[in-house]
């Protein structure tokens, strides 16, 4: 019986849930799209909506490479450390595009969420792969443990962009549909 064995179900879970939050984003980006447009809302959505997206895709990936038959832990470990550092990367890159637009002033609960959680994140999954390389059941929780974060970090940010769309920026800019 190999490492993997009891986790087929998690990842199956785990992945599945991505994948439908990934779709209710796109639902939730549709349904505030006739909204009025501000000056600069392409730099506030390259920092606060595309990471969701792609924390979702990461979880879904994840989901998929740790489903895939592997026979030892070692042999997906590469896989989920080039993702760690990837997604360690894109965070800098998050912070600069959250520094640089100016259409919304990113509070402490931002900062949480699109900012230092994503990067423990991503640094917790690039420290797992290297324990997977040790010791299998520690790098495999050190991934679920990573993925879920990422996972609850998507729902937060996808329902806080919601809330503030509708409670925040629809009063400002009225309904735009005509007979309303």
Do not use: C
């Not at 599945?16 to 006739?34: E, K, R, V």
């Not at 070692?74 to 965070?91: H, R």
């Not at 990573?146 to 509708?166: K, M, R, S």
Request: charged share 10%; glycine share 8%; no cysteine.
């Amino acid at each position: 019986m190999t490492a993997f064995a009891g986790w087929e179900n998690f990842y199956v879970i785990v992945g599945s849930s991505a994948g439908a939050l990934i779709g209710l984003q796109f639902i939730a980006i549709t349904l505030i799209a006739d909204m009025p447009v501000v000056r600069g809302d392409d730099q506030a959505g390259a920092a606060f909506a595309t990471p969701t997206i792609i924390h979702f895709s990461v979880v879904l990936f994840l989901s998929a490479v740790l489903s895939a038959p592997w026979h030892q832990v070692a042999n997906g470990a590469p896989l989920v450390l080039v993702t760690g550092i990837t997604g360690i990367v894109y965070q800098i890159i998050v912070v600069r595009r959250m520094r640089s637009q100016a259409v919304y002033k990113p509070e402490f609960e931002d900062w949480l969420f699109h900012a230092l959680l994503p990067f423990l994140s991503y640094v917790i999954l690039a420290g797992a792969a290297f324990a997977a390389r040790w010791e299998a059941d520690r790098g495999l929780f050190g991934v679920a443990a990573a993925a879920l974060l990422l996972l609850f970090i998507g729902v937060h940010n996808t329902w806080d962009a919601v809330i503030y769309h509708v409670f925040t920026v629809r009063p400002r800019g009225g309904n735009s549909k005509k007979g309303s």
